[in-house]
């Protein structure tokens, strides 16, 4: 069976440092993988998007970046960060194709103070 | 632009009541509709989905509602239980975008015993 592992779990990091969070997904190849960020309380935004090795697309500009190394890794990263990119990512994979089922790992909470 | 409206922001239901949360979206090139539940500090885990060419899909307590014509689908949880108590997001895709999903803003249901 797929499953999907997100690390770390909780991030408290200050403002102006680097981030890097990692996804990895097992039991699938050439899966479509996604970072999405939860603000309190709110629906989830969608930000990159990568339907293979070294090809991600960006939904909304800002502070972050994407990287996909290898085909079932996926890379979220910052080289400054910002207060405003507190919140809950949350890394998502689905079998791509027509098959349209999306599944998320547990997330990441990360606190820039 | 909110593509997915979600109703109502809240909902308290007593236990083996049913719960009812709405959707409606406007995109009407959106053919994939999820509903996620989610507990507090985990990643969305999905629990049913449909697609436009049925008005309704079941699966155990959780029924999935849908009106083409007034772009609207909703949740039905039948015998509500506290342990169903969590947010809840509609969602819905297209089939050019993958699963790159438009989350509505969530439902949080508490269900008293």
């Known amino acids: 069976s797929q499953t999907i592992h997100q690390w770390p779990a909780t991030l408290v990091q200050p403002v102006g440092s680097p981030l890097s969070l990692e996804c990895t997904v097992e039991?699938?190849?050439?899966?479509?993988l996604y970072w999405y960020r939860q603000a309190a309380g709110r629906g989830l935004q969608l930000l990159f998007y990568?339907?293979?090795?070294?090809?991600i697309s960006s939904e909304v500009p800002q502070n972050l970046s994407a990287s996909r190394p290898q085909d079932r890794q996926f890379i979220l990263s910052s080289k400054k960060l910002l207060l405003s990119d507190s919140g809950f990512y949350l890394c998502?994979?689905?079998?791509?194709?027509?098959?349209?089922?999306?599944?998320f790992g547990q997330g990441t909470r990360l606190t820039v103070v | 632009q909110q593509q997915v409206k979600q109703s109502p922001q809240s909902l308290i239901v007593q236990k083996g009541g049913i719960s009812i949360i709405n959707c409606a979206y406007e995109?009407?090139?959106?053919?994939?509709f999820p509903w996620y539940q989610q507990f507090p500090g985990k990643g969305p885990a999905l629990l049913i989905a449909?697609?436009?060419?049925?008005s309704e899909k079941k699966e155990g307590r959780f029924t999935i509602s849908f009106n083409k014509s007034a772009k609207q689908f909703s949740l039905h949880i039948m015998d509500s239980q506290p342990g169903d108590s969590a947010t809840y997001f509609c969602?819905?895709?297209?089939?050019?975008?993958?699963?790159?999903?438009?989350f509505g803003e969530g439902t949080q249901l508490t269900v008293n015993p």
């Open positions: 998502a994979w689905s079998g791509g194709g027509s098959v349209r089922e999306a599944f």
């Open positions: 039991g699938t190849s050439n899966p479509n």
């Open positions: 990568s339907v293979g090795i070294g090809q």
């Open positions: 995109n009407t090139a959106f053919d994939y």
């Open positions: 449909i697609r436009p060419d049925v």
């Open positions: 969602a819905a895709s297209r089939e050019t975008s993958g699963s790159r999903l438009t």
